[in-house]
């Protein structure tokens, strides 16, 4: 549900031309971890679909296996670089004296805060509380348990979807543009992308940063990186959280200074 | 999937294709399926090897996974044994392979997923008067299963769509061509692919009601009980209506699901068809009223919480026509308390009063009775009624203050 929200969002405003787009937000005290810190990646959700002429994604399970395997690769190549400690959960019991129950009841949280953001800060639904306050989210208390027994500083939720355009509709997509020689131009979408990556600082509970990721055209064969080959999960994990920006107030100190 | 799910999908299409919609909203017909058709199109242990329904399953698991841990969940073992034990007998080839999960919300509902998991709502327990009706539905759901029908919807929506993409791209290219504008016919012809996607829907719902009747028949249940809990529920959403001064809501082109009462009819033509003479069915209803005895007063103190006091009224007495019992005197003692008209609490207090005198009566009976008598100025009586409640119930959390009341 949560994609959901912010897919339709989103797709109004990339739709028309061709376009790589994101947009994060970031709580006014961000500062991007570095160095000596212990990220802890909850389950990637990953999923590529074929596009069918008609429009419907339709998933296909040997794509989205594979390019989950590459997003976890490029994520674990983009981790070692910064200098931290991580650990990428495959299946919730997989942390040492945590409990299926308790990932599971974080994911579910985090769920449901995160479709609260994708409404209030990607929608345009803002709340008139929460201006000029960045990311003003939180998970509570029960990330925080879940950070103090298991020992990591952050954790991170990512979901990453591509739908890749069929022959049938790259063929719709040639034929409508196509149609503008004549006086009938009928574009429509083809291959696109779309992504978010979420990080809680699990020493405070808080979502202190969101970036949502979102690719596509109506061009017929403009591609942005196919995340079924490691060179794309590269490029979509660089866009995602390559450049993860400061909070507003540490930004602007660092300015001052 | 699902029993009855017709309302969401029925109004997203409707903003989807949205035209047209009230003029031809009719009542549909559905040819009737015949259950001698309905063969199991699956066998046991299946695993999906097209590309498209691999893809289908592989977004399963993690939905399986979240509803098996959702704390919706009554998880109760007795329980759910008894349900994958009656998914066992009606299951077909695929028996072994169904798992069922029981979820605490008080709706008429069952559904099927495409990898073979079940979920059923608790309060269909609640309307179901024997085990043979219970079968019905599970039968049902086992349908679609055995006869493939998400990976067939699928392919059909597929295939739609894919061309109408094409005509419709067609009808611009061509029209443009030859100067004429045709974007109405493409418009007529979008309204005419979304009917048609109701339509296929429509037709899966009556396959899995001719293949449930086949398979609840072929385990020696009445199959007749699957005709009557469509009767069961017309009526229900009848006095339902009529409480709220409305009309029952009647089938219409942009339904999912055939009419309740088009299901019920064939129905009962389907089971006579399956129904072998001299061959001798057994409804289960003892069984059926002692596996779900521990969660009955559950089940019914959720439906006369929903504040639907003309469909919590109607169902009382539909399961009484088994014969009454003190929990179902008590509960309809509580449809009256609650819906709170000129007269009610009188009406109330009747109930609760026949209630007390069945020897399964709740404790909640005792001290509705007592508080009754209170308010009709009979004191003693009240108070024994009331002792009789924290008798029954030391613990319960107003206690202490009933204790204060009788001194």
């Given at each position: 549900m949560r994609k959901l929200g912010i897919a339709l969002a989103l797709a109004s405003s990339v739709g028309a031309s061709g376009c790589v787009q994101t947009r994060q937000f970031a709580d006014v005290q961000f500062t991007p971890p570095q160095g000596d810190y212990r990220l802890l990646v909850m389950r990637p959700d990953v999923v590529v679909n074929s596009l069918t002429t008609g429009g419907m994604p339709q998933p296909r399970a040997d794509w989205s296996e594979q390019a989950r395997g590459n997003i976890i690769n490029a994520l674990r190549s983009q981790q070692a670089e910064r200098g931290g400690k991580m650990l990428i959960l495959a299946r919730r019991n997989e942390l040492p004296g945590i409990s299926p129950e308790q990932v599971a009841d974080l994911e579910r949280l985090h769920d449901a805060v995160g479709n609260s953001i994708a409404l209030h800060?990607?929608?345009?639904?803002?709340?008139p509380t929460k201006r000029g306050k960045g990311l003003e989210y939180t998970l509570g208390e029960d990330a925080v348990a879940l950070g103090r027994k298991s020992g990591y500083d952050y954790a991170l939720f990512v979901h990453a979807e591509d739908n890749i355009a069929s022959t049938g509709r790259i063929a719709l997509q040639v034929v409508g543009m196509a149609g503008c020689i004549i006086g009938f131009c009928a574009p429509s979408g083809g291959s696109n992308q779309f992504a978010y990556a979420s990080l809680v600082d699990l020493r405070t509970g808080e979502v202190v940063w969101f970036n949502v990721l979102q690719t596509g055209s109506q061009l017929p064969g403009v591609k942005f990186g196919d995340i079924r080959t490691p060179a794309g999960a590269d490029q979509m994990v660089e866009r995602l959280v390559g450049r993860m920006k400061p909070g507003k107030e540490v930004h602007k100190a660092a300015e001052v200074r | 999937m699902c029993m009855r799910c017709f309302e969401l999908s029925r109004r997203s299409m409707l903003i989807g294709g949205g035209v047209l919609a009230s003029s031809l909203a009719t009542g549909v017909a559905q040819a009737r399926i015949r259950p001698a058709e309905m063969v199991p199109l699956i066998g046991p242990a299946f695993r999906p090897t097209d590309t498209d329904e691999k893809g289908l399953w592989s977004q399963m698991d993690r939905v399986e996974e979240e509803v098996a841990g959702s704390n919706l969940l009554i998880k109760d073992p007795a329980l759910v044994s008894y349900l994958q034990d009656i998914i066992g007998r009606v299951g077909g080839p695929a028996a072994r392979d169904m798992r069922i999960y029981l979820a605490h919300v008080p709706d008429f509902n069952a559904m099927m997923f495409p990898s073979g998991f079940a979920v059923v709502f608790s309060g269909l327990l609640l309307r179901m008067r024997n085990e043979a009706q219970l079968a019905g539905v599970v039968a049902h759901e086992s349908g679609h299963f055995l006869r493939r029908h998400m990976i067939r919807s699928w392919r059909d929506m597929k295939r739609k769509s894919d061309i109408f993409a094409i005509g419709a791209m067609a009808a611009g290219l061509g029209g443009a061509g030859a100067g004429v504008y045709l974007g109405d016919y493409v418009q007529l012809a979008q309204l005419g692919t979304i009917m048609s996607l109701f339509q296929y829907s429509r037709a899966m719902e009556a396959e899995a009601d001719a293949m449930g009747a086949k398979l609840i028949a072929e385990a020696g249940?009445?199959?007749i009980e699957m005709a009557n809990v469509w009767q069961q529920l017309i009526g229900e959403d009848a006095n339902s209506a009529r409480y709220r001064r409305k009309q029952r809501r009647r089938g219409s082109l942009f339904d999912t699901h055939p009419s309740p009462d088009s299901r019920m009819a064939d129905l009962r033509i389907s089971a006579a068809e399956v129904t072998v003479p001299g061959r001798a069915y057994d409804s289960g209803r003892a069984r059926y009223l002692s596996k779900i005895a521990p969660i009955r007063q559950m089940l019914l103190d959720d439906q006369v919480k929903l504040n639907d006091p003309g469909a919590s009224a109607y169902l009382l007495e539909t399961l009484a026509a088994d014969g009454w019992n003190g929990l179902l005197r008590y509960y309809e003692g509580e449809v009256w308390r609650l819906r709170n008209r000129v007269g009610d609490d009188a009406r109330a207090a009747q109930s609760y009063a026949v209630a007390v005198a069945y020897p399964d009566a709740p404790p909640e009976a005792w001290r509705s009775h007592g508080l009754a008598l209170l308010r009709e100025g009979r004191g003693g009586e009240a108070k024994s009624a009331l002792a009789r409640y924290l008798q029954m119930k030391p613990a319960a959390p107003d206690a202490p203050f009933i204790r204060q009341m009788i001194g």
């Open positions: 800060k990607y929608t345009g639904a803002a709340l | 249940y009445p199959p």
